[in-house]
């Protein structure tokens, strides 16, 4: 989960490309470096931990130029060093190489270029790709880069996005793209190459997405761009359409704060885009004809972490209204189970960044199987986007924070109105009953707004729990996800240990755990399961547990039992896990400062996980 970033034009190379890697700092953060043609001279900067570290590293030792690549690291072979930071080098320091991804086969390839007398510096898999360049040149000097790049193809194993400066070519960046993201990006008078677009906005002003095996090379104005036989390729180049005030933090600390106070009126956005007159659910993007979506008799989710919590609240989505059997699994689980798919299945996943190796892999076996494939992504350059049958877009705006917030609960609604728009193509639902929920939904901004008016007395609770090692969260039906994904957040950010379970699972085993020690935090709105979850409740206190309790405003039995409770506004059950989910984030991330933790950029985590 590296994030790279290549450019070519007649600005100074040092600060484009820092910038870049501060925008992809999300994407891995534990090393970063840049190579740059300065007068001529290959030169090589890098420094362990993050890019501040390497920022300090070029005021003492700064390199001029107008081409560069750069990389910032989420290590996978080799500890987070510098001799492990990228750029890695072939013996005479003439060729650099960024890569994000693994080179499955490189042991195999690392030794029988150490037999030809090649030295190695590092523990990486990807310093296997400058050797195997100069390998392939030395052989003949007449060649050039572009010569070996459809060999080297054949040669590496793996996932990869590749980038290559050389010092012979000092006009051209190349590139290689395998499953791995990396886009080319433009404007006038200037070329880039990134994993993420966000990270050459406002500057550039179109883009294009590149497809597996897909290489060339880029100059200050031109794309040149091959398959994997080498035959030319006319690319689409696209306008990019994301607004940069998405990527600055504003008044506020931190992304995942300000994204968290985002959601009432990202809730705004998407409501009066998708809602319709008459109860119409306006899925314009989704390209998957009614004929079609009215013949599936079951639905797949395969989405992981943050998204698979969403997939669970999509399950009961589906069935509740829709009326289809939904299984919901974990990607990294999906790709090995040899799911039951046939063509009236339709397989969901979600993926807020679009780019989730396993969902991917999800994706991908799905087609195999000759299922319809749709997919809820956040970003509609992705992977996942592009290799779906049709997608739906979260309009939650590019997310920067590691933890996901804003589009957890672009994800809920969006699976509710994908279950609503279904429900009206299988007849269950009328324009009446939509219309009515409709009423509700549209108050959902304003009431995530009177939670968000909770987060200092929030902020207290995390205070009062500082120091606690041990979080348990309960809850059951639409809240069950919410409880895993509550004890998600505290774990990812604040890393502490949290579990979330079902509240009927408690006394088959983790209610063991009780003790004054524990506090259990219940998700307890008024709803059809409220005294079970009130049972759990005395269960708890009977055993010395502290409660913290997110209660209906004006619960009267919970809130004189609890030891402390956040209240959110009154909702029907299904809409609960959508506002429930706000006071944990915000505890989350409370706690996470509490205990000096960085949220935007918790460690060993990255933003996208797109190694398998
Ligand atoms: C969520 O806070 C985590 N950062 C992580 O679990 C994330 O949800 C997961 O990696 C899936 O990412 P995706 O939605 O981009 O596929």
Redesign the pocket.
């Known amino acids: 989960m590296c994030g790279i970033i290549g450019y070519i034009g007649n600005k100074s190379i040092n600060s484009i490309l820092i910038v870049g890697l501060i925008r992809l700092e999300y994407r891995g953060y534990d090393s970063a470096g840049i190579a740059v043609i300065d007068q001529g001279d290959l030169e090589i900067r890098k420094e362990k931990g993050k890019i501040k570290n390497l920022e300090d590293l070029l005021k003492n030792s700064p390199v001029e130029g107008n081409i560069g690549i750069g990389h910032t690291r989420w290590a996978t072979h080799g500890e987070p060093t510098k001799l492990n930071a990228h750029p890695h080098i072939d013996c005479f320091q003439k060729i650099a190489v960024c890569h994000n991804g693994i080179i499955e086969n490189h042991i195999n390839l690392k030794n029988e270029l150490i037999q030809k007398g090649h030295l190695f510096r590092s523990e990486t898999d990807t310093e296997v790709i400058p050797h195997l360049i100069e390998e392939e040149l030395l052989k003949d000097p007449n060649q050039t880069i572009k010569d070996v790049i459809p060999g080297l193809i054949q040669k590496i194993e793996g996932k990869y996005a590749i980038v290559i400066l050389s010092e012979q070519e000092p006009d051209k960046i190349y590139f290689i793209k395998n499953g791995s993201p990396l886009l080319y990006a433009r404007n006038n008078e200037e070329g880039y190459l990134t994993s993420d677009i966000v990270a050459v906005i406002p500057q550039a002003k179109e883009y294009y997405a590149f497809r597996d095996y897909e290489w060339g090379w880029i100059t200050q104005y031109e794309l040149h761009l091959f398959n994997k036989d080498a035959q030319k390729i006319i690319p689409e180049i696209k306008e990019i359409k994301i607004d940069p005030i998405h990527l600055e933090k504003g008044n506020y600390e931190h992304y995942m704060l300000k994204e968290i106070y985002e959601q009432p009126d990202i809730f705004r956005k998407i409501l009066n885009n998708r809602l319709g007159e008459k109860g119409k659910i306006k899925l314009n993007e989704m390209k998957l004809p009614n004929t079609i979506l009215g013949r599936i008799s079951r639905i797949l989710i395969t989405?992981?972490?943050?998204?698979w919590h969403a997939g669970i609240v999509g399950k009961l989505y589906l069935e509740h209204f829709a009326r289809i059997v939904t299984e919901v699994d974990l990607s990294s689980e999906f790709r090995y189970r040899n799911p039951i798919a046939e063509g009236d299945t339709l397989v969901i996943a979600?993926?807020?960044?679009?780019?989730?190796a396993d969902?991917l892999a999800g994706v991908l076996e799905a087609k195999t199987r000759f299922c319809k494939v749709l997919s809820f992504v956040n970003r509609l350059e992705s992977t996942i986007a592009r290799e779906s049958d049709s997608y739906i877009d979260l309009m939650a705006g590019p997310e920067i924070g590691?933890?996901?917030t804003k589009?957890y609960t672009s994800e809920l609604i969006h699976l509710l109105f994908f279950s609503l728009y279904l429900s009206g193509i299988k007849w269950i639902t009328n324009k009446e009953d939509r219309e009515v929920l409709f009423s509700e939904i549209r108050k959902l901004p304003t009431m995530m707004e009177a939670i968000l008016e909770k987060s200092k007395q929030i902020q207290e609770i995390a205070k009062i729990f500082k120091k606690t090692k041990d979080f348990i969260f309960l809850g059951r039906y639409f809240n069950h996800p919410t409880a895993l994904e509550g004890a998600?957040?505290l774990k990812?950010i604040a890393y502490v240990h949290a579990s979330g379970y079902a509240g009927g699972e408690f006394k088959h085993g983790p209610i063991a755990l009780i003790d004054e020690n524990i506090p259990t935090i219940c998700i307890a709105p008024k709803s059809s399961v409220y005294d079970k979850m009130l049972s759990n409740i005395q269960e708890v206190k009977a055993r010395k547990g502290k409660i913290i309790a997110i209660i209906t405003e004006g619960d009267k039995n919970i809130s004189q039992i609890a030891d402390y409770f956040i209240e959110i506004p009154e909702v029907s059950e299904y809409l609960s896990p959508i506002l429930s989910i706000i006071p944990l984030q915000l505890f989350a991330y409370y706690s996470a400062l509490e205990r000096n933790c960085e949220p935007d950029k918790p460690r060993n985590?990255a933003?996208?996980?797109t190694v398998e």
Not at 350 to 356: A, D, L
């Open positions: 989405s992981a972490g943050t998204s979600i993926s807020q960044s679009g780019e989730t969902t590691v933890a996901s589009a998600l957040k990812e985590l933003k996208s996980v």
